[in-house]
């Protein structure tokens, strides 16, 4: 059984005090830092490079969780991998080579993810299950934090955890968008485990409590699979 993991995204932190943010979130407990890596064409937002991925981890022990959100992955595994990235997630809807995207990261002795827009089936991913040790489902169209989560979504993680079961592999099943203590409900009872927090996570103004708030959401979720999920409530 895999523990509920939580990984607030930086791209919701202040950049003006990139070191005191991620300060908070190694101190308020998070399990590792998601990193949103966009080019301006398989997104329509560009955030940083691989220089800003090594300052993150020259800041912090935790590690850093890197979903590329571009289009020729292949090219940037290497400067990712010096960069300090413990984990490279990539899109199955990328123009590279899947397979040997995924071989050349597990050479790189990282270990390896596939993403999933919300308008790509869960099929596009599934030859490539014995292979990967992450899944995440996107639960927002990528490119922007602070979208509304997509409960639609959860059916591809049901899908997740019955292929796992089905084909004895090994994958994390990781959500990204819109999570908070509200949505963390359905999520975690889909089955999803890596829960990626942004917005809901650095607009906290004490950013511990809202990392408890998560484990302890996601903790009453599983407990009475009968309860109802806690009205959503702003900020
Ligand atoms: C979306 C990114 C996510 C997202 C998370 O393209 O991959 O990591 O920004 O931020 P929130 O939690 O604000 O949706
Ligand atoms: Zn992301």
Same mark, same amino acid.
């Given at each position: 059984?895999? *523990?509920?993991? #939580?990984?607030?995204?930086?791209?919701?932190?202040? $950049?003006?005090?990139?070191? +005191?943010?991620?300060?908070?979130?190694?101190? /308020?407990?998070? &399990?590792?830092?998601?990193?949103?890596?966009?080019?301006?064409?398989?997104?329509?937002?560009?955030?940083?490079?691989?220089?800003?991925?090594?300052?993150?981890?020259?800041?912090?022990?935790?590690?850093?969780?890197?979903?590329?959100?571009?289009?020729?992955?292949?090219? $940037?595994?290497?400067?990712?991998?010096?960069?300090? +990235?413990?984990?490279?997630?990539?899109?199955?809807?990328?123009?590279?080579?899947?397979?040997?995207?995924?071989? @050349?990261?597990?050479?790189?002795?990282?270990?390896?993810?596939?993403?999933?827009? *919300?308008?790509?089936?869960?099929?596009?991913?599934?030859?490539?299950?014995?292979?990967? =040790?992450?899944?995440?489902?996107?639960?927002?169209?990528?490119? $922007?934090?602070?979208?509304?989560?997509?409960? &639609?979504?959860?059916?591809?993680?049901?899908?997740?955890?019955?292929?796992?079961? @089905?084909?004895? $592999?090994?994958? &994390?099943?990781?959500?990204? /968008?819109?999570?908070?203590?509200?949505?963390?409900?359905?999520? #975690?009872?889909?089955?999803?485990?890596?829960?990626?927090?942004?917005?809901?996570?650095?607009?906290?103004?004490?950013? /511990?409590?809202?990392?408890?708030?998560?484990? =302890?959401?996601?903790? +009453?979720?599983?407990?009475?699979?009968?309860?109802?999920? *806690?009205?959503?409530?702003?900020?």
């Amino acid at each position: 059984m895999n *523990p509920i993991r #939580v990984a607030p995204s930086v791209i919701a932190a202040d $950049f003006g005090y990139l070191r +005191a943010d991620v300060a908070r979130a190694e101190q /308020g407990g998070a &399990d590792m830092l998601h990193v949103d890596i966009m080019d301006g064409h398989f997104v329509p937002n560009i955030t940083f490079g691989p220089a800003i991925v090594q300052t993150i981890q020259s800041l912090t022990k935790l590690p850093l969780d890197v979903h590329l959100m571009i289009s020729r992955p292949r090219k $940037f595994i290497t400067a990712f991998v010096e960069a300090g +990235a413990a984990n490279l997630t990539f899109h199955v809807e990328c123009e590279d080579d899947i397979r040997t995207a995924i071989d @050349e990261i597990i050479s790189s002795n990282r270990s390896v993810g596939l993403s999933v827009k *919300p308008r790509t089936p869960l099929s596009a991913v599934r030859d490539y299950l014995g292979a990967i =040790d992450r899944l995440l489902i996107m639960t927002v169209e990528p490119g $922007f934090g602070g979208q509304k989560f997509m409960p &639609d979504m959860m059916a591809k993680v049901e899908q997740a955890v019955t292929w796992r079961r @089905e084909g004895g $592999f090994k994958y &994390d099943i990781e959500v990204d /968008g819109g999570l908070n203590s509200h949505t963390i409900w359905p999520a #975690v009872r889909a089955g999803a485990e890596v829960i990626v927090a942004g917005t809901s996570v650095f607009s906290h103004a004490d950013l /511990g409590q809202a990392i408890q708030d998560l484990r =302890d959401n996601a903790q +009453a979720a599983l407990a009475d699979l009968d309860a109802p999920a *806690p009205e959503e409530t702003s900020g």
